[in-house]
C-alpha cells in the first residue's frame, strides 16, 4: 500500500511542478482532478487508492502537458460542475465558470417565486444556467438560444430530456412569440473590449469561442442587446439579470438605468462586481 500511495505522490508532485511552471493558478488542485480523472478514484482517495497502471500513467502525464500548454481543465475532463449539475464542455463552447452560479442562483430564486415561470436565457452557451433552472425549479418553462453554431451543438447535449426550448439563433431577433410574456431574463453575454486581449487569459483567450468574449470598444455591445431583447420579452414587473466584467460595476448598470426599475450591481465571492440586474416598471 505504501509504494501505491508513494507513486501517486510522486505523480501529483511532478504534475504540481509542471502546471505551476506553466503558469496554472490552482496546480495541485488540477493535477489531483486530473490523476482522478484518469484513474476514476475521487480525489480526496488518490494517495491511498489510486493505482495507476502503465497506460493510466501516461494518459495522465499526457494531459498534465496539455493543461501546461493552458489547455482548459474542462476540456481536458470533458465535463464542467455548475451548482449542482454537470455540464459537457469541450472545444467550441465558453466554459462555464463559478461566479456565474451566483447569476443562475439569482435567476432560479426568482423563478422559485413564480407558479410556473417563463425563464429566457440568452447566450445560452453550453446551457448551463437554463439546466440549472430546469433542475431546481419544476414546472419552470425555459427557453434558451445561442447564436454560435458549435456551442449550439454542446448545449443541445447538454439540454436533451430536460424539455428546455433551445433555438439557434441571434438573441437580437429570438423569441418574438415570447413577448410580454416571459418573467425572468438572464445572460452572460460577451462582455471583454477589444483591446482587452493581453489582459485575458490563455485559457479563454486561446480555447473560448471568440463570440462569447469580445463585445466592441467598451465591452458593452452586447449588454446594450441584452438590455433591448429583455425589455421586448418580459411582462411588467419582470427582472432581468446579465454578467459582466469586474470592470463595469457602473457602466453595465448605466445600460439599464434610462428606463429600468430597482437597477443593482451585484458582487461575485471575492467581491467583484459581477452581474446587474434590473426590473421591469409595471405601468
Not at 453554431?149 to 447535449?157: I, L, S, T
Request: with cysteine; net charge negative; proline share 7%.
Amino acid at each position: 500500500m505504501t509504494g501505491v500511495r508513494s507513486q501517486a505522490e510522486r505523480l501529483l508532485e511532478q504534475a504540481t511542478t509542471d502546471l505551476e511552471a506553466g503558469g496554472v493558478s490552482s496546480p495541485r488542485h488540477d493535477a489531483e482532478v486530473l490523476l482522478s480523472h484518469v484513474t476514476g478514484v475521487p480525489r480526496m482517495m488518490l494517495l491511498g487508492s489510486a493505482r495507476p497502471h502503465g497506460l493510466q500513467v501516461q494518459t495522465f502525464q499526457a494531459l498534465v502537458a496539455a493543461r501546461a500548454s493552458r489547455v482548459p481543465l474542462q476540456h481536458l475532463t470533458g465535463s464542467a460542475a455548475f451548482r449542482y449539475v454537470d455540464v459537457e464542455v469541450g472545444p467550441g463552447v465558453f466554459v462555464p465558470r463559478p461566479e456565474t452560479e451566483l447569476l443562475a442562483g439569482w435567476a432560479i430564486e426568482h423563478a422559485q417565486a413564480i407558479d410556473t415561470p417563463v425563464v429566457v436565457e440568452l447566450c445560452a452557451g453550453a446551457g448551463a444556467i437554463s439546466l440549472s433552472v430546469v433542475h431546481e425549479v419544476p414546472g419552470a418553462q425555459v427557453h434558451a438560444v445561442e447564436l454560435d453554431e458549435p456551442a449550439y451543438e454542446w448545449a443541445q447535449r447538454n439540454l436533451v430530456g430536460t424539455g428546455v426550448d433551445l433555438r439557434l439563433g441571434d438573441m437580437a431577433e429570438a423569441f418574438g412569440d415570447l413577448d410580454g410574456q416571459v418573467d425572468v431574463v438572464v445572460a452572460n453575454p460577451p462582455y471583454i473590449p477589444l483591446d482587452a486581449w493581453e489582459s485575458v487569459a490563455p485559457e479563454a483567450r486561446d480555447h473560448d469561442p471568440a463570440l462569447a468574449l469580445w463585445s466592441g470598444d467598451d465591452g458593452l455591445d452586447a449588454m446594450r442587446v441584452v438590455d433591448q431583447v429583455a425589455w421586448r420579452l418580459l411582462k411588467p414587473g419582470g427582472v432581468v439579470g446579465a454578467e459582466h466584467a469586474d470592470a463595469q460595476g457602473e457602466s453595465a448598470p448605466a445600460v439599464f438605468t434610462p428606463r429600468w426599475a430597482d437597477v443593482r450591481d451585484h458582487r461575485d465571492l471575492a467581491d467583484r462586481p459581477r452581474f446587474v440586474t434590473a426590473t421591469k416598471p409595471r405601468r
